[in-house]
């Protein structure tokens, strides 16, 4: 079993920075490609950014050069967010993707609230 937990969320003004983080205990084994969703209420989950085991990175075009998403070698997950809009308010998840046996973990999500 594998534990996801995200953290770094919080109140910001537009035009603001955060830094998410998601954190990975238990069994962490065969997840080939690592991301992160948000989802604002009434509306279905998206794919913000996501990232390969091989580095390769994926973004929505509305972050593409304001996100960035990031790896280290103790399963760890990173989300730089510049330049926050309101439409960035949101709750953003962790996810861990086994594209083998299409097989996904989530974290519990954090939320991110951009306003003035």
């Known amino acids: 079993q594998v534990h996801l937990v995200e953290s770094g969320g919080g109140l910001v003004q537009p035009g603001g920075s955060l830094r998410l983080a998601c954190k990975a205990s238990g069994t962490v084994f065969g997840f080939n490609v690592l991301g992160w969703f948000r989802q604002a209420p009434g509306k279905q989950r998206e794919m913000v950014a996501k990232i390969t085991s091989g580095a390769n990175t994926v973004y929505a075009t509305s972050v593409k050069g304001r996100f960035r998403i990031s790896k280290d070698n103790n399963n760890g997950v990173f989300l730089q967010m510049n330049d926050l809009k309101p439409e960035d308010t949101a709750v953003y998840y962790c996810?861990?993707?086994?594209?083998?046996?299409?097989?996904?973990?989530w974290g519990q999500g954090t939320q991110v609230t951009v306003s003035s």
């Open positions: 996810n861990f993707r086994n594209s083998w046996a299409d097989r996904d973990a």
